[in-house]
């Protein structure tokens, strides 16, 4: 019963053995002889991945400056270029769940529950106005599969609000004076 010790697994040992051969080939392999990933590469390819989410074809054109918008001031009223940012803004963060063109039609939203808001369409749960979105932004939608990105840069969450706002077919009109009043103390 008690057998010869020096075969007692074995076989654990050679797994053991080969698995650590293997692991330090492949760390001298990616330290001395993988050339690694270009950035620029990397970069050059993004403008192409992101009009393929929006679904545009890449133009040969080079990359499409982007307004800076961190120093403005009044990012809560609407300018052409807050509204270009958000269409960047929102292909980078909310494209994924509401689709390239707000249609609640993205890859991840397929396995959501509840599906991922129309932006089209508009039916809101809450305000459909800019204060009622941004606070939808920042806050999220309890009991829902919208998350809050309340991380994201004030004027960058503003930007999505023109931006969602510009798509609708269902736009709630703004309470000027609520929005002159609550919006610059937003965070």
């Known amino acids: 019963m ?42 050059e390819a993004q403008p192409e991945l992101e009009q393929t989410l929006a679904g545009t074809e890449a133009a040969p054109a080079g990359p499409k400056k982007i307004a800076d918008i961190a120093g403005v001031q009044t990012a809560w009223i609407s300018t052409p270029e807050l509204v270009e940012h958000g269409a960047a803004a929102y292909t980078t963060n909310c494209a994924m769940c509401h689709g390239p063109k707000g249609m609640g039609d993205g890859p991840a939203g397929a396995a959501l529950v509840p599906k991922p808001r129309n932006l ?24 829902t599969s919208m998350a809050p990105f309340g991380h994201l840069p004030v004027n960058e969450r503003w930007a999505i609000v023109h931006y969602i706002r510009s798509i609708t077919q269902n736009k709630v009109a703004d309470n000027e004076a609520a929005l002159k009043t609550k919006a610059p103390s937003l965070k």
Not at 21 to 43: M, P
Request: hydrophobic share 45%; aromatic share 16%; proline share 2%.
């Open 2 to 43: 008690r057998g010869d010790q020096n075969d007692y697994n074995k076989g654990g040992m050679i797994a053991f053995v080969f698995s650590m051969v293997f692991t330090l080939l492949f760390f001298v392999y990616v330290s001395f002889i993988h050339k690694g990933v270009d950035l620029k590469e990397v970069a």
């Open 120 to 143: 089209v369409e508009g039916k809101w749960a809450k305000s459909g106005d800019s204060l009622g979105l941004f606070d939808t932004l920042k806050n999220g939608l309890p009991g």
